[in-house]
């Protein structure tokens, strides 16, 4: 509990006050709008594109101003949300994909529960593959399981590396995890053959910034992290479906899960319903207004939204995982310590 109280401490320091006011929103009101990360990155640029435009489409135009609070993965954010942020929506944010996955795993520091957040909305879902150089000694991921390969990924626990971990527990894969690698440092180890592959690369972004290796058959694509089958990857099976079990698959689709939660916009827990439903409206006009995707599109940003209902309602399927389940999720995951 001391710890509890020192870290919650820390968040009120951030100067936030917790006082709730009155529906409707008002033009002098301000919004916070919380990145748990630092600038630059996908969040920081997906959190100030939607504070760009969410003001826009919010009755009266408040102000939306973006706020970095970078720390251990986005949890020093999101444990701010939770605990420390105002219930009137004048505090929102954008935190990592994997909270479901970190609550799960028991992460230490975490001091929220998913499901009670106010999620508000998605603003795309993240296109995750497995691509391997063209001089891999590989063609598809069902070769792996005879044909050892290496692979970059991020560091213990990171998407990247799960999916390894459970693609080799699960379906048999012989595919060996180099960790502590950054996105970046993966495609340049990718292009020098340091490594035969990357998990760390999004589909249409790389498309986007590496044409030459898509037209020139430099990678090839083994597998896809989401749901189902994109249009643009009709050939390339999903983690989830090369699972052999009813078990397997709902395994593979918790450490998948991220990657359809995507970049998302939260509230607190208990958000006043009124600017929860203002919030939530406001925020679908704003995913569908032609000017903000003529711009994303500028951008090369994806724009795929959910909404903040439905992602209530993903974030709550993992409530009602059968405890074994989630047993072994943790055993296959505590091998990536």
Request: proline letters at 5%; aromatic letters at 6%.
């Amino acid at each position: 509990m001391k710890l509890i109280h020192c870290v919650l401490a820390g968040l009120l320091a951030f100067g936030v006050a917790t006082t709730a006011s009155a529906a409707p929103f008002q033009s002098r009101d301000r919004i916070n709008l919380v990145i748990g990360y630092e600038v630059g990155g996908g969040y920081d640029i997906y959190g100030r594109f939607v504070a760009r435009h969410l003001s826009k489409h919010l009755a009266n135009g408040p102000t939306v101003v973006p706020q970095n609070m970078p720390g251990a993965g986005s949890l020093r954010a999101a444990n701010f949300i939770y605990n420390v942020a105002p219930k009137d929506g004048t505090t929102i944010g954008t935190v990592s994909q994997s909270i479901a996955l970190m609550q799960l795993l028991e992460t230490q520091g975490l001091l929220f529960e998913v499901d009670k957040f106010s999620w508000i909305g998605r603003m795309s879902d993240v296109d995750t593959v497995l691509g391997v150089w063209h001089t891999a000694p590989v063609r598809s991921i069902q070769d792996t399981k005879t044909q050892e390969i290496a692979v970059a990924v991020g560091g213990a626990l990171s998407g990247s590396d799960l999916y390894v971990r459970f693609l080799n527990a699960l379906v048999g894969t012989k595919i060996k995890p180099i960790a502590g690698y950054s996105a970046k440092q993966a495609l340049l180890a990718l292009e020098r053959e340091e490594v035969h592959g990357s998990f760390s690369i999004l589909y249409n972004q790389m498309k986007a910034q590496q044409p030459a290796w898509f037209s020139e058959n430099k990678l090839r694509i083994l597998v896809q992290i989401g749901s189902e089958r994109r249009a643009a990857l009709p050939d390339v099976p999903t983690l989830t479906e090369l699972a052999s079990s009813e078990d397997d698959r709902r395994m593979m689709s918790v450490i998948s899960a991220g990657d359809i939660v995507g970049r998302t916009l939260i509230g607190p827990p208990d958000m006043q319903p009124d600017r929860l439903a203002e919030l939530r409206r406001a925020f679908d006009a704003t995913m569908a207004d032609p000017e903000v995707l003529a711009e994303a599109a500028k951008m090369q940003l994806d724009i795929n939204p959910l909404t903040g209902d439905k992602l209530q309602a993903l974030t709550e399927e993992q409530k009602r995982l059968a405890p074994a389940t989630v047993a072994r999720i943790k055993a296959i995951a505590a091998e990536s310590k």
